[in-house]
């Protein structure tokens, strides 16, 4: 079984299943009367904010509808002037007889989107994608402005009660539509801009930061190893990466590129730009001595303790429905651990959803708030006291004792704490780690190390 840790690293341990509804409380008629007033007033600024909200998402909304009507009319602008430019018709009767042509392509490109068509109206749309462009950098600069309002927005409700930060959500959804119409002006030459509705509001998860949100990007890696024959320098192996990149006419986006061991390690932002080198490194005849590999991804964990529910299924369903802000879509349960009377589940995303559970610390799970953290596997094995496999897998036929580190274990004589993994790597390394606590303890540095590689693993690091 691997070994269970806490975002800190601390083995896990269990807590009181009493469970909250169990608690009584006695209040006072003053005290009721109060607290009542209380929540009445937290009502009215909660319902304040959702109009300050709904009336920002209005006037967003009507920002967008004004500028895909401009796109419409500057479209139509753009059509007639080309059409007069190409057949010089100065009157009237030649301009209406374009305007028609304009029309019949146009449906005939909504309808038959071959290759064909595309080439055909490719070379009619350029000054019109010209001024498409410099929509996008409008629309680019209004969103950065809403941006900064939705900042203020949460600022403002940051003293309110947690259901005020539900409402949230609609801001968000701003965003996204904003993304949307970037993404429809810049390839208009193949599709009308789509129309926008009113964004359903929607419940959101807390607010996670630009740097939290970061932890998981540059997740796209290739190791690449040194031909035994003739081995390059770092800055060498660079050069002749970007020539053959040029050659290629292939370019690519590169975080950085390291030494490692057994070669070099290229850190990329994107899938595509990974598919890029991975093919470079394949087909230049520069690069055809090196060897690469591409590591395979481990998708994050969490791990949801002391549940009341025993079923993968049920878990599942409550945790979509007591929670707005997660989705069936979002995680997977993975396997499940007894703890007394209550049950940890251990659950699995993907790399793109992992933002929406890492700031998380409770979730809603059957009538209680559980506990929710990463979840970082590392395989410890309890015979041989090394780390990277399990008992089961272990191939040693000399068991240790794990406290004093000696192959032989002598229940009648009192042993001195000290860590097998730190004493070896001392004696192997000459370093001087601390040796004065048991083999696999979760201060102990090896452990710490072999955590943080987890951690790299699966992105959260």
Known sequence: MPALNNADGRPGSPRSSTPTSQRSYSLSDSDRKKTQLSLEAAKREIQKLHEIIQANINKATKNDQDACAKIKELESEIKLLHLAQTNFLNNAVHLKEAKCTLEEARTIELEDSTNKNKNLLEGTLQEKLKILEDLRIERTAAAQKDEANRKELLESTDGILAQASVLTQQITQIGTIEEKLAASISTFNHHPPPSLSAPTPLSTPPSVSSA?????????????????????????????????????????????????????????????????????????????????????????????????????????????ARNPFISKDTFRVVFSMKVKEDTH????????????????????????????????????????????????????????????????????????TKCFNCNELNNKLNRNEPTDHRTGNYRCPENMRQLRIARQKAGQA
């Open 212 to 320: 939290d949100k970061n932890r998981f990007d540059n997740i796209y890696v290739i190791l690449v190893d040194q031909p035994s024959s003739s081995p390059l320098s770092l800055d060498a192996f660079q050069k002749q990466l970007n020539q053959a990149s040029k050659e290629a006419k292939k370019p690519f986006r590169c975080n950085g590129t390291y030494t490692i061991k057994s070669g070099f390690k290229i850190n990329l932002p994107t899938e595509e730009d990974q598919a890029i080198v991975a093919d470079l490194l394949q087909s230049s005849p520069s690069l055809s001595a090196f060897k690469f590999k591409i590591p395979k991804k481990v998708k994050p964990q969490y791990i949801i303790k002391f549940t009341s529910i025993s079923s993968a299924e049920d878990l599942a369903i409550d945790l979509v």
């Open 345 to 416: 589940w251990i659950i699995e995303t993907e790399q793109q959803y992992a933002y929406i559970f890492n700031p998380l610390f409770n979730v809603f799970i059957g009538l209680k708030r559980c506990t929710i953290n990463e979840f970082i596997s590392i395989n410890h094995c309890k015979n041989c006291g090394k780390y990277g496999h399990t008992k089961k897998r272990c191939i040693s036929t000399a068991p240790i004792c794990l406290n004093c580190g000696k192959p032989e274990y002598d229940p009648a004589q009192e042993c001195i």
